[in-house]
């Protein structure tokens, strides 16, 4: 079973950029679509970006898609979101999720098998 480390997050001001990395362990990456996720204090863990195996095809959820981009490199076994004109309201832990038997991108969370542990990210104003 594949192991997920995120890191990369932080406190970063209204405006900033924040580059997270999610590292998989323990299995073929590169056979896995890797998604980000979020979750803010008393809400709901919320889909961001999905990747498909190869990197060809992309999701985003539309409050993040003109400021955040996903993209992966399966030699490293890493994916990473770019956040750039970070806003107070992306104050959240970010979680990277994968699944090696699906090959759409699933927004809903439960149609993900594995998760890391998350990174927190603060934007200050």
């Known amino acids: 079973q594949a192991q997920l480390v995120e890191s990369g997050g932080g406190l970063v001001q209204v405006g900033g950029s924040l580059r997270l990395s999610c590292v998989a362990s323990g299995r073929t990456f590169s056979n896995y679509i890797v998604g980000w996720f979020r979750q803010a204090p008393g809400k709901e863990r919320e889909f961001l970006a999905a990747i498909s195996w190869n990197g060809v095809s992309t999701d985003y959820v539309d409050s993040v898609k003109d400021r955040f981009t996903i993209s992966r490199n399966n030699t490293k076994n890493t994916v990473w979101l770019q956040m750039n004109s970070l806003k107070p309201e992306d104050t959240a832990v970010y979680y990277c999720?994968?699944?090696?038997?699906?090959?759409?991108?699933?927004?809903?969370?439960?149609?993900?098998?594995?998760w890391g542990q998350g990174t927190q990210v603060t934007v200050s104003s």
């Open positions: 999720a994968a699944d090696g038997t699906r090959r759409w991108l699933p927004r809903i969370r439960r149609e993900w098998d594995l």
